[in-house]
């Protein structure tokens, strides 16, 4: 099977998911986006209102924050992935169950396992439990590298975080300056 048929077996495996009840909710299924062949990708936490509508996501306030940081860092959105540990929005926004995260990270895995990153950035204390360590602290931990197998791995602040306490803005964009450093040598070799 070519990257092209696995990729389109993925999105609509995701599409017929229901592996829990967020399927009978959703509007649409959230996948991902982006670089299928690049070094970086983030992972956020579960989509939104305005992703669930658009099936894309970070498009809604926290998104377009989000573009904010990746342009004032002088990265483009389109040459990395972004995806979400969840595909499907929890009603009203509420944290993702660990049923659901269990249920949905084989969708997760498949595509981190395709793209091959040699970079993850979590988005948030939910995408850093899930994917660096149960009990990451995202207030003390944020920037900092994890090594897991080939990957790099760190996590920032949630963009929504940033936009209800803008105290941690400071903090963000020296994350993501660092990041993009990280990313420039990793560009080169
Ligand atoms: N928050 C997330 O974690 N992901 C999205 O796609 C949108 C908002």
């Known amino acids: 099977m070519t990257d092209t048929e696995k990729w389109e077996e993925l999105e609509n495996a ?38 669930d509508l658009s099936g894309i996501p970070f498009v809604g ?3 377009k924050l989000f573009d904010k940081y990746l342009s004032a860092v ?9 995806a979400n540990i969840l595909k499907c929005r929890p009603p009203k926004n509420r944290d993702p169950l660990p049923e659901e995260e269990e249920a949905c990270i084989d969708f997760l895995r498949s595509q981190t396992k395709l793209i091959s990153p040699r970079l993850i950035v979590c988005l948030g204390r939910v995408s850093a ?16 590298w994890f ?18 306490d803008t105290s ?10 660092e990041i993009k450093k990280v990313y420039d040598r990793v560009l080169k070799n």
């Open 129 to 144: 439990r899930k994917i660096i360590k149960e009990d990451f602290k995202i207030t003390k931990e944020h920037g900092i």
């Open 74 to 82: 002088g990265i483009d959105r389109s040459e990395v992935y972004i």
């Open 168 to 177: 941690k803005r400071e903090d963000m964009l020296k994350d993501m300056m």
């Open 61 to 63: 306030a926290a998104g």
């Open 147 to 164: 090594k897991r197998g080939t990957f790099d791995i760190c996590a920032i602040y949630h963009p929504s975080a940033l936009l209800r």
């Open 14 to 51: 995701c599409k017929d998911c229901s592996k829990c009840s967020l399927c009978k909710t959703k509007t649409n299924t959230v996948f991902g986006v982006g670089n299928k062949n690049t070094k970086l990708m983030f992972i956020g936490e579960a989509p939104g209102e305005s992703e």
